[in-house]
Nanobody
Framework: QLHLVESGGDSVQPGGSLTLSCAAS????????MSWVRQAPGRGAEWVST????????QYADSVSGRFTISRNDAENKLYLELNNLQIADTAMYYC??????????????????WGQGTQVTVSS
């Protein structure tokens, strides 16, 4: 059973924008903090952002702060990540992940209760 399914990845030019979505099922979405983690080829996984239950708290990696916005819709069991002013360095597979505790920085799948299959974002000119 797929608990988290990401979508919205695409190929864009530098300076472009995308909105990623993550649809959750099979667990009580509103009970979990949600995060985005990205993995680029040849590079380690990077934590991107976390949103708390009910969306009252949001945290961002320095590399994306001011350009990316995380949000959630608990009525629809969906998580979003709005990516603006995309840079080549943002090219990566983006994963959504669920974790009960509200915390930042975790990048391993085993640190989360649920982990998606990823959606690819490619930024190139």
């Amino acid at each position: 059973q797929l608990h988290l399914v990401e979508s919205g990845g695409d190929s864009v030019q530098p300076g472009g924008s995308l909105t990623l979505s993550c649809a959750a099922s099979g667990f009580t979405f509103s009970d979990y903090s949600m995060s985005w983690v990205r993995q680029a080829p040849g590079r380690g996984a990077e934590w991107v952002s976390t949103i708390s239950r009910a969306g009252t708290g949001k945290q961002y990696a320095d590399s994306v702060s001011g350009r990316f916005t995380i949000s959630r819709n608990d009525a629809e069991n969906k998580l979003y990540l709005e990516l603006n002013n995309l840079q080549i360095a943002d090219t990566a597979m983006y994963y959504c992940a669920a974790r009960r505790a509200y915390s930042r920085g975790y990048v391993r799948q085993e640190d989360y209760n649920y982990w998606g299959q990823g959606t690819q974002v490619t930024v190139s000119s």
